[in-house]
C-alpha cells in the first residue's frame, strides 16, 4: 500500500458515515412522530392498513402531514440535513478526486528539469549519477 494514496478513499468513508448518520438519526426520530399520526388515523376505524396505505401512498397531503408531524427542534432537523449534504458532499468529492494524476505530472516535470540541469551544466552536479541515455 505504500505509493498508493487513500486520502479519497478515506473522504469517501467518512462522507458515507456521516450520511448514514445524520439520515438514520433523521429517520429514527421521524419514526415515532409518525406511528403516533398512524395510531390516530387507525383509531378512527374508516381504513384497514392496507387500504391506508394505498390511499395515502401518493398524496401529497397525506405525506405532508406525516412530515408536519414531525415534532423535532428545527435545529436538528437542520443538523440531520447539514449532516447528509455534508457527506453526500465529502462522498462525491472522494469519489472523483484523483491525487495521484497530478503528483505523476509533478513528478515527470521534475524529472525533465532534472535532466535540463544536467545537460546544460558544465559539469555534472556532485552527489548525482552518471546520466544515460535510454531509447525507447
Known sequence: MAGID?????????????????????????VDDASGLYRSVMAQGQMSGLDYWNECYLRASCLGAYFQA???????????LTCVVVGLTFALFGW????????????????????????????RPRGTLDPVKVES
Open 6 to 30: 487513500l486520502r479519497p478513499m478515506q473522504l469517501v468513508w467518512v462522507g458515507a458515515g456521516l450520511t448514514v448518520l445524520g439520515g438514520g438519526l433523521a429517520f429514527t426520530s421521524w
Open 70 to 80: 414531525w415534532r423535532e427542534a428545527l435545529v436538528l432537523k437542520a443538523a440531520y
Open 96 to 123: 472523483s478526486w484523483r491525487p495521484e494524476r497530478a503528483y505523476r505530472r509533478r513528478a515527470r516535470v521534475q524529472a525533465e528539469r532534472m535532466e535540463t540541469v544536467l545537460n546544460r551544466a558544465w559539469k
